[in-house]
Nanobody, 120 residues
Framework: QVQLVESGGGLVQAGGSLRLSCAAS????????VAWFRQAPGKEREFVAVILWASGGSINYGDSVKGRFTISRDAGKNTVYLEMNNLKPEDTAVYYC????????????WGQGTQVTVFL
């Protein structure tokens, strides 16, 4: 069974940090582009970060998280991480990891999401 499982969400004060994990089973992430998205209540889903596993791991971030979030990978654990620093209340959302295997255009494997809540 192909599955992504996120963990690491929680409640944190503004300025604090969290690390989210996205563990894969039934697929080998080295063949995929893996991204983090988030969705806050009443808002559209927002792109957060992406890592292309192959070719040295090309990385890109959404403008709202640049300089504060870091995406990384652990091939041995078949896991992608999202390190989130200097969190702000506007970072509050459900965070999802997703994977797609190039050249497929759409992310077709999604996790269940993990809640991140940032309070003042």
């Amino acid at each position: 069974q192909v599955q992504l499982v996120e963990s690491g969400g929680g409640l944190v004060q503004a300025g604090g940090s969290l690390r989210l994990s996205c563990a894969a089973s039934g697929l080998t992430l080295s063949a995929y582009r893996v991204a983090w998205f988030r969705q806050a209540p009443g808002k559209e889903r927002e792109f957060v970060a992406v890592i292309l596993w192959a070719s040295g791991g090309s990385i890109n971030y959404g403008d709202s998280v640049k300089g504060r979030f870091t995406i990384s990978r652990d091939a041995g654990k078949n896991t992608v991480y999202l390190e989130m620093n200097n969190l702000k209340p506007e970072d509050t959302a459900v965070y999802y990891c997703a994977a797609r295997q190039p050249p497929r255009p759409a992310y077709d494997v999604w996790g269940q999401g993990t809640q991140v809540t940032v309070f003042l």
